[in-house]
């Protein structure tokens, strides 16, 4: 099936035609954005060197933060990384699913440089969406797919997301509905000295517990030591609105839009139950009605920590910041 022009822009039910399209357009090199469980990615065959420039030139994304490399399974993995027993571990126990792993590239790893950012290491997904999975396993290759929209903005949870931040510069849109867990993936990397084990790291909270991956390895995370940054969503400043956001809010000062969690009510909520799960799937959303609303500023009140609520407040504190 022959893809579209570039100069076409299409939000399209991820049909099998759909699919068949976008995976056309992946193989002439182009990006396409997709749903995941996570967030909506902007997708491209990552062994291109062209196709993951139009990556970074589309997102408008700094050239020295890595992109994660979907993978359709594990042989597809296994090309790509140095697997020990304990990714192995983790990938059998969340694979496919919102889990990232970053692990030392494999020797003769075929991926565009610019995918790794010049790091020894690769971060890794196998994503459990369907329109995803069917895209991957159809076109016969990996993918480097971030979130799509514009570096540093809210992401997207929905196909119109996609398209009021990446305007007309995107070829085609699968839209899959709502994304399930509405916030980018957790984010692991194995650590290693000397060829031993030598601990793990948490480089970015999301919807896989973290006290998840201790009880499997029967070792708590090493803290973060240093500023590298070797994987997405590690800027400072991240996830933001185009609005000043402000966090912890228990009501709305002159001139915000105040979104609520459980008993404080505002102009939207996220959960009024304080159900977690809810609210991560709700956040983006969230943010990006409020961007959309004609109040000059963004509230949002508390979420508690723990489990999910650590991914949230790690999303609310960078879009603050």
């Known amino acids: ?22 995976v056309a357009i992946l193989r002439e090199g182009r990006p396409v954005a997709l749903p995941t469980e996570t967030v909506y990615g902007l997708a491209a065959d990552a062994a291109r060197a062209d196709a993951v420039a139009a990556i970074y030139r589309t997102k408008g994304r700094p050239d020295f933060n890595p992109l994660i490399v979907h993978v359709p399974d594990m042989a597809a993995a296994r090309q790509l990384a140095e697997f020990d027993e304990r990714a192995e571990k983790i990938a059998a126990a969340f ?5 990232t792993l970053v692990l030392p590239l494999a020797q003769g790893a075929r991926v565009a440089p610019a995918v790794t950012a010049g790091l020894p290491t690769i ?40 398209a009021a931040s990446l305007g007309t510069g995107l070829e085609l849109i ?7 867990a509405g916030l980018e993936s957790t984010i692991v990397a194995l650590r290693n000295l000397g060829g031993a084990p030598a601990g793990w790291q948490l480089l970015r909270p999301g919807p896989v517990d973290p006290a998840a991956i201790e009880a499997l390895l029967g070792e708590p995370p090493l803290p973060l030591t240093d ?17 000043p956001l402000r966090v912890n809010a228990v009501s709305a000062e002159p001139g915000e839009w105040l979104i609520g969690f459980g008993d404080v009510v505002g102009d939207d909520t996220l959960s009024a139950s304080g159900d977690l799960a809810e609210a991560a799937a709700n956040l983006y959303a ?3 009605r409020a961007d959309a609303s004609p109040a000059q500023r963004i509230a949002v009140a508390a979420i508690p920590a723990g489990g999910m609520g650590d991914a949230i407040n790690d999303r609310l504190k960078r879009a603050a910041a």
């Open 1 to 22: 099936m022959p893809a579209s022009k570039p100069s076409d822009t299409q939000i399209l039910p991820a049909d099998a035609d759909a699919i068949a399209r976008a």
């Open 95 to 99: 694979w496919p699913g919102p889990l």
């Open 123 to 162: 971060a890794l997904r196998c994503p459990a969406h369907p329109v995803m999975r069917a895209v991957l396993q159809e076109g016969g290759m990996v993918l480097a797919a971030p979130s799509a929209n514009r570096s540093g903005a809210i992401s997207p949870t929905e196909a119109r997301h996609v």
């Open 286 to 288: 969230a943010l990006h």
């Open 174 to 180: 699968l839209d899959g509905g709502p994304c399930q």
């Open 227 to 243: 500023q590298r940054i070797e994987a997405p969503g590690q800027l400072a400043s991240h996830y933001a609105p185009g609005k």
